[in-house]
């Protein structure tokens, strides 16, 4: 078994590869600048801001190995295509469903979806929404409570690798799950709010104890400054 030393070195050599930045340059120093193409953009918080419910080494590990592995292949998919350079919306958009663009559309998705995952969350977050999020819910779901319930049932159902989202669905709130890589961009709802339910998104810290990981994120860790912002 490889040690975390070994682990550690590997990625940072990796990520230099990726962004002719050394590591400690690429988290202290903001986004991080590919020369061309899709970024792999800053954390926004330290690696060990959402211990102890997510570990450093949890967030070290799919940040620096999974988020970073997508945006590398993705630009390598991206080579000489004429979508080369659109957004990462664009891109994703035009190239779902088209088995000859998966290789796109799995990085490019996964990209999107990781760096909304890693802004869903913060230090210390976590419990009820405020404002016009508040009314929202109150207004499609019966209030908090009920959310809670949906949202977590909803990802305690999920079978498999995938996301389950907060969105806007034209002027209604709903919860949608998604599988693999797919997200609400496809069916053209708005995204507020997300977590990620690979297994690698909780194995580390929590196993098999998914629940756990999934009450952990609704009560101590959900952003929703981050989801508010993103209602229309
Ligand atoms: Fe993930």
Redesign the pocket.
Known sequence: MESSMDRRMFMTASLAALTGFGLGGLIRGGAALAQTGVDLPALPYALAGLEPYLTEETIDF?YGM??AGYVRKVNKALEGHRLEGSSLEVMIRESWGKEELKGIFNNAA?VF??TF?WNSMKPRGGGRPQGSLAKRMDRDFGGYEAFREAFVEAANSVFGSGWVWLVEDGEKLRIVKTANADNPLTQGRKPLLTI?L?E??YYLDYQNRRGEYIDAFVDHLVNWEFASANLG
């Open positions: 799919r999974h988020h996964q979806n990781h995952y990620d690979w690698h998104a």
